[in-house]
């Protein structure tokens, strides 16, 4: 029996995330500016938007870890441990 277009899609995102250690879906609306921007700075840079997204979160986290004092980035840190 064929599968429906639903089942091969979760069967695609249950094997990506069993295969490819370390991430994490995104699913979400940004507004035009922000898309705009995106395409941007990826071009500029010559990277997927993916990869540049990646980049600009990476760097706002060690920018902001780097600002706080010992007591307030271990609280820091265990925010990142909570998906919610």
């Keep these: 029996m064929a599968l429906s277009d639903a089942e091969r899609q979760r069967r695609y995102r249950d094997k990506r995330v069993a295969g490819r250690g370390g991430e994490r879906r995104i699913n979400l609306f940004v507004g035009e500016s922000a898309w705009h ?7 500029h840079y010559g ?13 706002e ?3 902001v870890s780097d600002a706080l004092p010992e ?14």
């Design 71 to 84: 007591p307030e980035l271990e609280d820091y840190y265990l925010l990142r441990s909570n998906d919610r």
């Design 61 to 63: 986290d060690e920018r």
């Design 37 to 43: 921007a995106l395409n941007r700075l990826a071009k």
């Design 47 to 59: 990277v997927t938007k993916r990869a540049m997204l990646e980049r600009v979160i990476e760097a």
